[in-house]
């Protein structure tokens, strides 16, 4: 292709790392992606509009908020799109590119439906199977490149649960670096300590699919994306509206375009993905979204940030309704019925980290309203919702948050929102025996 032709868009995609990689201060060795941030820009108030796989993605695809898109649970137990809903590489595919899934995918029970004009093994999820594919096209496509740009998704498992996995590195328990807003105990430390073992695999292949692009000359033209879906699966990050469960990795990388090592602190919302994509190729502008584009901040053109962003839950493998709003300056959320006082999926309740934190987060319940000055309580430690000096902060962000739910006519208003049948199913039989 031309140089000055549209680029190619590779983004790479992974499960439930939040920002836990070494250029946002994690303590993991990931010199990979530490280059990639180095070479390109780092967003680092990114965040998604649900922590968790589907809900998160589906925003990524849609550029609207889960109870707007109907993908308010998991996408393998019952939850799709509304019918409809139009998806990222729709909209591609009429920009004129060709669309290109690899890998793994947790949007849709069949990923024919997702809009991609070719699938390469969706049953995959290896980073190492997923990456090696993904090469090994880039050597063909590069000697037969065609007339269109390509827009790729490489979707990897990685480092989703479990985090103890034969073939991995792991890392040693008692020298690992415990994330900031869990206490440090053994089981929180030999988590941690598999978890970075997943997290170097991944920061591996990225390395390689980097080297191809340079090896094959299409590094010139190629916007290089890597993101995730929500925080790490440690206890009060996924499946919360906590920081730790929505902050998300997003980090990008065209050579001449967007480049430089610069970090961005502005607020975002991962809708704000597909519109900012779309701006960058030309291509149609998306209806009825909650994003906005932030590509003018990438071109140093007149950009207005985000002043708060919304973020919510509803189900996972238990209900768990919540919604919240975010500032620069405060949390607040909004818990709807009886519900324990940190909510953990199951895959976290299993593991070593959950099972240590079990019983201070599931015996204490969760008040209807909880407020956090991030200014003096970064890790939200300090509930201030019942202070009387925070009395208005409350009123006004619990009023934004009821004021978005009625515009965005969230049926959580109108009561429990029900489960599919399949939900109903998982609900009743994967915690009557845990």
Not at 61 to 79: F, S, V
Not at 148 to 161: T, V
Not at 199 to 224: I, Y
Request: aromatic share 10%.
């Amino acid at each position: 292709m031309a140089a000055n032709a549209r680029p190619n868009i590779i983004y790479i995609i992974v499960h439930d790392i939040g920002q836990h990689i070494g250029c946002y201060g994690a303590g993991v060795d990931t010199p990979n992606m530490d280059r990639l941030a180095a070479d390109g820009v780092r967003f680092n108030n990114y965040f998604c509009t649900a922590a968790q796989c589907s809900p998160s993605r589906a925003s990524i695809m849609t550029g609207r908020y889960p109870h707007q898109n109907g993908e308010m649970g998991l996408a393998h137990i019952g939850w799709e799109f509304h019918f409809g809903e139009k998806t990222l590489p729709m909209y591609m595919n009429e920009a004129g590119y060709e669309t290109h899934l690899f890998g793994h995918q947790h949007e849709h029970s069949d990923a024919s439906k997702l809009g991609y004009q070719h699938l390469h093994s969706p049953e995959q999820s290896q980073a190492k199977v997923v990456g090696a594919e993904l090469i090994e096209f880039l050597r063909k496509h590069a000697a037969n490149p065609g007339d269109k740009p390509l827009h790729i998704s490489a979707g990897f498992g990685e480092p989703h649960r479990p985090y103890h996995r034969e073939g991995y590195p792991m890392d040693d328990p008692d020298t690992v670096q415990i994330q900031a807003w869990l206490p440090d105990r053994p089981g929180i430390r030999e988590d941690t300590a598999g978890l970075n073992g997943l997290v170097r695999v991944v920061d591996e292949v990225v390395g390689e699919v980097r080297a191809a692009l340079q090896e094959t000359d299409l590094e010139e033209n190629t916007l290089f994306i890597f993101t995730t879906d929500h925080g790490t699966a440690m206890p009060r990050a996924k499946g919360t509206c906590y920081d730790p469960g929505i902050a998300t990795a997003l980090i990008m990388h065209q050579p001449g375009a967007i480049e430089g090592g610069k970090q961005y602190d502005e607020l975002l919302i991962n809708c704000d993905f597909m519109p900012t994509l779309l701006e960058m190729v030309g291509g149609p502008e998306a209806d009825s979204i909650a994003g906005r584009s932030f590509y003018p901040l990438l071109t140093g053109q007149e950009y207005q940030p985000h002043d708060h962003i919304f973020t919510e839950m509803t189900w996972h493998d238990r209900y768990n309704p919540m919604r919240s709003v975010r500032t620069e300056k405060y949390k607040y959320i909004r818990n709807f019925g009886d519900r324990p006082l940190v909510f953990m999926p199951l895959d976290i309740w299993n593991g070593k980290a959950g099972q240590e934190m079990a019983w201070e987060y599931y015996t204490p319940r969760r008040p209807e309203h909880q407020l956090y000055d991030l200014e003096k309580d970064p890790l939200e430690m300090n509930d201030v919702a019942g202070d009387s000096e925070y009395a208005e902060v409350l009123a006004e962000l619990s009023g934004m948050v009821q004021q978005w739910m009625a515009d965005t006519d969230d049926p959580l208003l109108l009561g429990d929102v029900p489960p599919t049948p399949e939900q109903a199913h998982r609900a009743r039989t994967t915690w009557q025996t845990n």
